[in-house]
């Protein structure tokens, strides 16, 4: 099965224009998206809050009182990926900070190899859980309609003293007859005869 190819997203937070002129050039151009979105730490909360992202990195220029705590909250915010760049003189402790609180600390300036391949492998675990997370929902789906059709087939059984076979059977026909899903069908019937 070919899957489409689907690009990561990224924040930047940073102070400086600089950090994001050079960076946007760093990213590899076949697995982000090509618009990189750079924000100020101030307004970090705002845009984590309104965006999901596969990857948020928070560079060296944000002052170091916000830097762990910037971290924390875009990890919190559901980003695959947080990727912190601490100073020499910073990096030890937000090192043990970003570890302890799910998120990863390079020293900066890093080495854009290294850097390279911490954002592939970032965007790589996203694209992993945008796949486990569909499957999950495909499968809560699947659930449902389970439970919607086995309280229809109850409501048939009671109603009309179907057994659970014929129950079943009337169901299924009644859903390639109309060429609509089973739960259509189900939803029908206890909307029609619930008790």
């Known amino acids: 099965m070919v899957q489409s190819h689907r690009y990561a997203s990224l924040l930047l937070i940073t102070n400086s ?3 994001a002129a050079q960076f946007a050039g760093l990213l590899p151009s076949d697995r982000f998206a090509p618009e990189l979105s750079v924000c100020a730490p101030r307004e970090a909360a705002y845009v984590l809050d309104g965006t999901a992202f596969d990857v948020v990195v928070i560079d060296e220029s ?15 915010h559901g980003a695959a990926g947080v990727l912190l760049l601490a100073g020499p003189e910073l990096f030890e402790g937000a090192s043990r900070y970003a570890e302890a609180h799910g998120f990863m600390a390079l020293k900066s300036p890093a080495d854009p190899a290294l850097l390279r391949q911490s954002l592939n492998m970032m965007a790589a675990v996203s694209d992993r859980l945008h796949q486990l997370e569909s499957k999950a929902e495909s499968l809560e789906a699947k659930m449902e309609e389970m439970r ?3 309280r229809a087939k109850l409501i048939l059984i009671q109603q009309f003293k179907m057994t659970e076979k014929d129950a079943h059977r009337f ?25």
């Open 17 to 19: 224009n600089d950090t």
């Open 62 to 76: 944000v002052p170091s009182a916000d830097v762990t705590k910037l971290g924390a909250e875009a990890a919190k």
């Open 148 to 150: 919607l059709v086995n």
């Open 171 to 195: 169901i299924e026909k009644n859903a390639m007859d109309r060429c609509v899903k089973r739960r259509v069908i189900a939803e029908n019937i206890i909307r029609t005869y619930q008790i």
